[in-house]
Each structure stands twice: as structure tokens, then as C-alpha cells.
């Protein structure tokens, strides 16, 4: 089993800046992808951004240019630093990592709200 512990959502105004931590602990051998996915209300989860053991990084649309995933392998911890946030950006944000062969792990969440 793998434990994922999320850290550093809140409540920022338009404009501001967040970041989110995601470390792994337990079974955590053979994870290949880190990543970051949302969940807004009455909207379904979305995949925000992720990142493959070789750097590869993939970003949705919404948020290219404005946030940026890393990780840190020796510390299995993956990062999400979010700036120019926009009101449209509230949502619970979950980590997951994907261990082989193809085994899905998820975070508790963490809120992130951005409002005046």
C-alpha cells in the first residue's frame, strides 16, 4: 500500500500564489507517474498536471503557463506551484501516483479556494 499526504492548500485572493505537496510513503517503488488532479463543485475531477520519472510534464489547457509540477525522488514528493490564481481555479486538488504495472493511488484532497 502507498499513503499519500497532501499539504499546502488554503484560501488566496485572484492573483495569488499557492503551493501543494504531495509526499508518498509505504510501497513506493516502481511509481512512474506523480500528478495532480482536480475537483470542483458539480464538476467532474480533472487531471491538472503530471509528471513522469523521466521529467516528461503534461498540463491542462486552463492552467499552462500559470502552474508547474515537479518532484523530488529522493524525497517521493511532488509539487504543484500555482500562480496567477483565478477564481475558476477553486477546487479540491488531489495528488496520484501511478505505481506498475498501472495501480492508482489517491490523496485525502486539499482545498484550495481563490476569492476576494
Known amino acids: 500500500q502507498v499513503q499519500l499526504v497532501e499539504s499546502g492548500g488554503g484560501l488566496v485572493q485572484p492573483g495569488g500564489s499557492l503551493r501543494l505537496s504531495c509526499t508518498a510513503s509505504g510501497s513506493i517503488f516502481n511509481i512512474y507517474v506523480m500528478g495532480w488532479y482536480r475537483q470542483a463543485p458539480g464538476k467532474q475531477r480533472e487531471l491538472v498536471a503530471r509528471i513522469t520519472n523521466d521529467g516528461s510534464t503534461n498540463y491542462a489547457d486552463s492552467v499552462k503557463g500559470r502552474f508547474a509540477i515537479s518532484r523530488d525522488n529522493a524525497k517521493v514528493t511532488v509539487y504543484l506551484q500555482m500562480n496567477s490564481l483565478k477564481t475558476e481555479d477553486t477546487a479540491v486538488y488531489y495528488c496520484?501516483?501511478?505505481?506498475?504495472?498501472?495501480?492508482?493511488?489517491w490523496g485525502q484532497g486539499t482545498q484550495v479556494t481563490v476569492s476576494s
Open positions: 496520484k501516483i501511478r505505481r506498475a504495472p498501472a495501480i492508482d493511488y
